[in-house]
């Protein structure tokens, strides 16, 4: 049931302020550590990359992690 609300919830935001703003601290929340976020780097080429991180793969090791936040509409 929880799944089920958080992932509406989730599905509901919309990408500029919503996603770019709750998507960094779930990452963080989970061990990640930033290193630019879509807030941060506004206006600066991204090549893609909305969000950047360092955190652990499956395996421990230390990785840096690049992440397109991207909304969808229904």
Same mark, same amino acid.
């Given at each position: 049931m929880?799944n089920? &609300? @958080?992932s509406?919830?989730l599905?509901?935001l919309?990408e500029?302020?919503e996603l770019?703003?709750i998507?960094? @601290? +779930? +990452?963080?929340?989970?061990g990640?550590?930033i &290193?630019?976020?879509?807030?941060?780097?506004?206006?600066?080429s991204?090549?893609?990359?909305? &969000?950047v991180? @360092?955190g652990k793969?499956?395996?421990?090791?230390k990785?840096?992690?690049?992440f397109? &936040?991207?909304g969808?509409c229904?």
């Open positions: 929880n089920r &609300v @958080i509406e919830y599905e509901s919309k500029d302020d770019d703003y998507f960094p @601290i +779930l +990452l963080e929340s989970m990640f550590q &290193v630019s976020t879509p807030k941060n780097s506004k206006g600066q991204q090549y893609g990359k909305d &969000v991180a @360092i793969d499956e395996s421990g090791r990785c840096k992690w690049y397109r &936040v991207k969808q229904s």
